[in-house]
């Protein structure tokens, strides 16, 4: 979080200049740089409300409607570990989601879709907000914290503990800070990853190199949420479906105002 405020003094600045001295596509380009900053902000600050949260977990819940749906975590993870490549492929898949948005960002604003960046950043809005509440109404705890004693380590007090311990320590008071960065954190219904897999998708129909790409990414990403990021399966589901009804309110909202569908 301490680098990401500099990074948007600075985004904020290089948006001021460029619009001041005409260059209004790079600044369109540092404006949007510096929204999708600003919410990753937002985010660290809310994973703290987030993950002191006074509402019970819903662990027992959210695994009990997997069940129903004939899904295990603990099974499907297993399964997924057989296969080292295939693991190696999903981790990688997982850890662009902000690379994969800032692509596609870049290349809706330097080719001037400047209509599907008005529509991402409401869809990214709206499915964010989302987000967040559901990571702050329903708390879940990460499937892999559950079932080994995951330590969190470089807190400044005590070393290390336990994740479970941590949690605990921010809901009770007994400690008032934490590192973002080097804990896994709560998992969230509905899944983020989900949600940004399903947008940067969409999101990159104008972009005719980088689509045919993204499609077969996204889809990784996707799987990987269960196997990398310790989603349950109705994470998942939940933020698909999530996505794809703020893209067709989105979409709606847009052709009522009179702009045009795809740019």
């Not at 369109?28 to 985010?43: I, N, P, R, T, Y």
């Amino acid at each position: 979080m301490e680098v990401l405020v500099p990074v948007a003094m600075v985004v904020t600045a290089m948006a001021c200049h460029a619009f001041v001295t005409g260059f209004h596509r790079l600044a369109s380009l540092a404006e949007a740089m510096g929204l999708f900053v600003l919410l990753g902000l937002a985010f660290a600050v809310w994973q703290f409300f987030a993950t002191a949260s006074p509402f019970p977990f819903q662990d027992a819940q959210v695994k009990a409607l997997d069940l129903a749906l004939g899904f295990d975590w603990l099974s499907a993870d297993l399964a997924f570990r057989r296969y080292p490549l295939l693991m190696r492929v999903l981790e990688i898949a997982y850890g662009l989601m902000l690379i994969e948005a800032l692509l596609v960002l870049v290349g809706l604003t330097l080719l001037g879709h400047d209509r599907m960046v008005s529509k991402v950043f409401a869809v990214l809005i709206l499915s964010y907000l989302a987000t967040l509440l559901g990571h702050f109404l329903v708390p879940l705890i990460p499937p892999p914290a559950q079932i080994v004693d995951l330590q969190v380590n470089g807190l400044p007090d005590t070393g290390a503990v336990t994740f479970v311990d941590l949690i605990a320590g921010l809901r009770d008071g007994s400690r008032r800070s934490f590192d973002s960065a080097r804990i896994p954190g709560l998992i969230s219904l509905p899944s983020f990853h989900a949600v940004m897999a399903v947008l940067c998708t969409w999101a990159a129909r104008p972009l005719r190199l980088l689509f045919p790409v993204l499609v077969p990414v996204n889809l990784c990403m996707l799987v990987s949420t269960i196997p990398c990021g310790g989603h349950y399966l109705l994470d998942v589901i939940a933020g698909v479906l999530l996505v794809v009804g703020v893209i067709a309110g989105v979409e709606l909202a847009f052709r009522r105002a009179g702009c045009p569908r795809t740019a």
